[in-house]
Structure formats: structure tokens, C-alpha cells
């Protein structure tokens, strides 16, 4: 089964920061890997699906890249809506993974 | 309007059972391969099993965590999903989402709202 490492675990940044969140398989997965963003109380909603591509009406602040083993989602200029938990999925094989999550703090 | 809908979550003791369902509006559930994935209370995310569309037999693959005590099955004429759940544990205890995956796009874009079980004497 593959394993998938998520880091960090929670950060905290200002409005407009720049941050990146990262996802690492333990085998390669190559573009299989989707971003979710989940806020207190709700279903997490898809962000990125195949490593790299926006879901629609997602904003463009928001982006994901890597292949292989490493990922990452990077969220280019921060606002107050952005406070969530965001987790990556693995999802080449059965059984699908998700990362540990990372809790998103804006200052 | 397209959703998933989840039903059947309760209080049920160690050792009992629970069957939940998922409704599908707005689309044909056996066109799609549905997902049930849960999130114990302050945790995150756990995969526990697959149906496969039509095309795909409706065969199932399950968590090693929950494969002999789990099964997932389907009621075409209904459009729904079920899962049920037997000889659970208070390690079951979590809100239990169900997910359908757009094979032609590659993602898992619809979600329900989830359904939660809470496992206690």
C-alpha cells in the first residue's frame, strides 16, 4: 500500500503570504493526487484533481504541481477564507490515501 | 440539482450493526464508482471502501481496517449506496462521507454531507 506524508501538520501566516503545502508517496503515483480543502462542520471540497489541474471555480490563487513522489499545493497570496484543513489524496491504486492534513491558520 | 445525500448514522452499541445510505440526485449512481470515506471526531480523512460503476462489475474493494466487517452494495431502482456496517468497534466512531469519482475527469468532486455514527455502550 502506498503511504503518503504530509507536512506541515499546521502553519500559521498573514494575509497575502505566500505558502506551499507538501504531499510525499512512498511510491511513485505519478499525476494521481488531488488537493481537498475542509472547513469546521463541512465535507471537504476538491481543489486540484490530477496533480495539477484547478477545479472549476476554485480561485487561482490557488495551485498544485509535482509528479511521481512529490507534490505540493501552493496558495500564492493568502486571504481570511483560506483557514481550513487541507489534505492531499493519493488515488493510483486501491486502497486510496489521504495525507495527515495540514491546519491553515491566517494571522 | 446534482448531490449525494447520506442517511442511517445513530448510536449504536460495540458489537452491533448499522447499514447507511447514500442517495444520488441529479445523475445515475451506477454510471459513477462511489466512495464512503470517514473522519473520526478530530481526525482526518480515512478511505474504507469502493463500489466500481456497472461497467466495472459493481465490484467493491475494502480498508484492510474494516474488510471483514464491512460491505458495500447498491440498489440500482433506488439510485443509492449502501454500506453496512457489522460487529463495530468504537474506533468506527466518525462521520462517514460518501464520494463519487468522475472516472472520464479523474476526480472526486462530490461529496455528501456525511452521516455520523458514534459507537459507545
Known amino acids: ?107 | 440539482e446534482v448531490q449525494l445525500m447520506e442517511s442511517g448514522g445513530g448510536v449504536v452499541q460495540p458489537g452491533g450493526s448499522l447499514r447507511l445510505s447514500c442517495e444520488g440526485s441529479g445523475f445515475t449512481l451506477s454510471d459513477h464508482y462511489m466512495e464512503w470515506v470517514r473522519q473520526g471526531p478530530g481526525k482526518g480523512l480515512e478511505w474504507v471502501g469502493c463500489s466500481r460503476n456497472r461497467h466495472n462489475g459493481f465490484t467493491t474493494q475494502r480498508a484492510a481496517s474494516v474488510k471483514d466487517r464491512f460491505s458495500i452494495s447498491r440498489d440500482d431502482s433506488g439510485n443509492l449506496l449502501y454500506l453496512q456496517m457489522n460487529s463495530l468497534k468504537i474506533d468506527d466512531t466518525a462521520v462517514y462521507y460518501c464520494v463519487r469519482y468522475d472516472v472520464d475527469a479523474a476526480r472526486y468532486r462530490l461529496w455528501g454531507q456525511g452521516t455520523l455514527v458514534i459507537v459507545s455502550s
Open chain 1, 1 to 107: 500500500d502506498i503511504q503518503v506524508t504530509q507536512s506541515p501538520s499546521s502553519l500559521s501566516a498573514s494575509l497575502g503570504d505566500r505558502l506551499t503545502i507538501t504531499c510525499r508517496a512512498s511510491q511513485s503515483i505519478d499525476n494521481w493526487l488531488a488537493w481537498f480543502q475542509q472547513k469546521p462542520g463541512k465535507a471537504p471540497e476538491l481543489l486540484i484533481y490530477m496533480a495539477s489541474n484547478l477545479q472549476s471555480g476554485v480561485p487561482s490563487r490557488f495551485s498544485g504541481s509535482g509528479s511521481g513522489t512529490d507534490f505540493s499545493l501552493t496558495i500564492s497570496s493568502l486571504q481570511s477564507d483560506d483557514s481550513a484543513i487541507y489534505y492531499c489524496l493519493a488515488y493510483k491504486n486501491y486502497p486510496l490515501t489521504f495525507g495527515g492534513g495540514t491546519k491553515v491558520e491566517v494571522k
